[in-house]
């Protein structure tokens, strides 16, 4: 069923949204294969298995014309030296995407099956996803890096393509700025 013009407030503090849609919570149990690390991967599971990120959705539908949001609030830390990230995905539907960074720092890791871009992502930075282009996003602070995002509601998600694929790119800890390191090299 089609729904009303609505508002929805962004809570700051908790990265939640009023009224919400569901709430999602990935562990790190949830992320395996993610991490080029297996061994520090499994550590960080079979010790406290926190939670690296969670999304909040919208009550707007994934429906076809659509629009819905949702908040992204991606816990800092690292992972054997490789910076808390999301799965990553390809919408099978492809269609472009609005990230709009809220609050700490972090990037947006674009990859087309050739070449891998990296976007960084501070408060106010919008950062655009073109069709065909599956994107991740990475927390390189140390603080929660929080995002808004926008997608058409018949995209759709495909998160096997980035187990086949790979991103391009691995986010690494490094001295200063965040290194990217050929996903390849691992
Ligand atoms: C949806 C949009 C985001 C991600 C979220 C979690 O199209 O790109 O809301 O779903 O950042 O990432 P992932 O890769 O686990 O869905
Ligand atoms: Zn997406």
Known sequence: ???????????????????????????????????????????????ADPVVYEVASSPVPEAPGELPQSITTIHPGAVGGEFHMTKGHQHPNPQGEIYFGLSGTGGLLLFDGTTPKWIPMSPGVIGYIPPGWAHRSVNT???????????PGD???DYGWVLEHGMGWRVRRGAGEPQLVPFQSE
């Open 141 to 151: 602070g140390d603080e929660p890096y929080r995002f808004l995002a926008v997608y």
């Open 155 to 157: 995209a759709g998600h």
């Open 1 to 47: 069923p089609p729904i009303d013009p609505m508002s929805v407030t962004f809570r700051s503090a908790t990265g939640g949204m009023s009224p919400s849609g569901p709430v999602l919570s990935r562990r790190m149990s949830d992320l395996e294969g993610l991490f080029a690390d297996t061994a520090a991967w499994q550590e960080a599971r079979d010790g």
